[in-house]
């Protein structure tokens, strides 16, 4: 009997660190794919999708009634601005995630007041704009998305220029 507890407490102890090792990997690793799906228009460059159909899916389960403008980020050139003009009698909302899939930062029209708005994101160090609203995250990659709630999707034509007033990009300034 002592000759197999040797061979399955080693055992026990690589599958629980394996175990351990795919779980502290999968969301980053989730976040790659996700950017490389919903990074059509580029790093820094925020893209504005066209509606969910079942054909075209580019996250998992999205909402048909939802218009998602997605701008995946790299903090590695410096700060990202993020611009968010609301469309008006329309919800909508900014979420920001970072390389682990953690959430950071949320803010819907309701709390901007339907006002404009821009959020610096930031690497802890790394310069801002003087008066800036500034998200620091841990990690130079992840996702800013918008989401604006359609009432009917064929509204999206009338919406779509409206949508597009809203942008990110590279912080080159710090005034």
């Avoid at 048909?64 to 995946?72: F, I, K, Q, V, W």
């Amino acid at each position: 009997m002592r000759n197999w507890l040797g061979p399955l407490a080693f055992g026990l102890l690589v599958a629980v660190a394996t175990g351990y090792a795919a779980i502290a990997a999968i969301p980053y690793g989730l976040m790659n794919v996700a950017v490389d799906r919903l990074g059509q228009g580029g790093i820094n460059r925020m893209a504005y999708g066209n509606l969910a159909t079942p054909e075209r899916q580019p996250v998992v389960r999205p909402s048909p009634d939802l218009a998602y403008s997605t701008c995946p980020y790299d903090l590695s050139a410096g700060p990202l601005a993020v611009d968010v003009t609301p469309v008006p009698g329309r919800y909508s909302s900014l979420s920001i995630f970072d390389a682990a899939t953690d959430v950071i930062f949320v803010r819907n029209d309701v709390e901007a007041g339907g006002k404009p708005y821009r959020i610096v994101l930031a690497r802890g160090g790394q310069a801002v704009p003087k008066g800036a609203e500034v998200v620091r995250t841990n990690y130079d990659r992840g996702i800013a998305l918008i989401r604006l709630l359609l009432k009917d999707p064929a509204e999206i034509g009338a919406l779509d220029a409206a949508r597009r007033q809203s942008s990110c990009a590279t912080v080159t300034k710090l005034k």
